[in-house]
């Protein structure tokens, strides 16, 4: 009974519009227009959702170019330390194109560093190492490591 009394109340109330039937009605209307939902027209919506998708294209394009960047910086490392390589970074490197180069600022000090090195490998760079030197100080150390080597000579050789 009780059943009863409440299906009929609530279809007098769904018919005057106050109350229960409006709430299905959103639900309704949401699940099948998303557009709606959002408050935009249809058109609105697709140009919505091709924007995200765009932006979100070009997000990920710049994260494989940065990640191929580093990739990049490991190799150049690994080959100037003599460090075996990574398969992983070539593999990034090709997912970004074989494109990639070192970023700016990293190419400006690696540069640095080749030209320094470049310097002290040069003859120039040698003598430059030579008059740094503390000549009389390697005279010394040469004069007490012949005379250990003599000395230790003369105690296991008898004829000396």
């Given at each position: 009974m009780a059943f009863l009394m409440k299906t009929m109340i609530s279809?007098?109330?769904?018919?005057?519009g106050l109350g229960g039937g409006s709430e299905e009605k959103k639900e309704e209307g949401g699940a099948s227009d998303p557009a709606a939902a959002q408050g935009m027209s249809r058109e609105e919506y697709e140009?919505?959702?091709?924007?995200?998708?765009?932006?979100k294209m070009e997000r990920d394009a710049a994260f494989t170019q940065k990640k191929a960047e580093r990739a990049c910086?490991?190799?150049?490392?690994?080959?100037?330390?003599?460090?075996p390589k990574s398969e992983m970074d070539e593999n990034q490197i090709q997912m970004a194109g074989d494109d990639v180069d070192l970023p700016e600022d990293l190419r400006?000090?690696?540069d640095e560093d080749q030209e320094e090195e470049e310097d002290k490998?040069?003859?120039?760079?040698?003598?430059?190492?030579?008059?740094?030197?503390?000549l009389d100080a390697i005279k010394e150390k040469a004069q007490a490591t012949f005379s250990e080597i003599k000395q230790t000579a003369e105690q296991k050789c008898a004829v000396m």
């Open positions: 279809n007098q109330v769904k018919n005057l140009e919505y959702q091709k924007q995200i998708i765009e932006e910086l490991r190799v150049h490392l690994r080959e100037k330390y003599r460090l400006k000090m690696v490998d040069s003859i120039l760079g040698q003598l430059q190492n030579l008059q740094n030197m503390d």
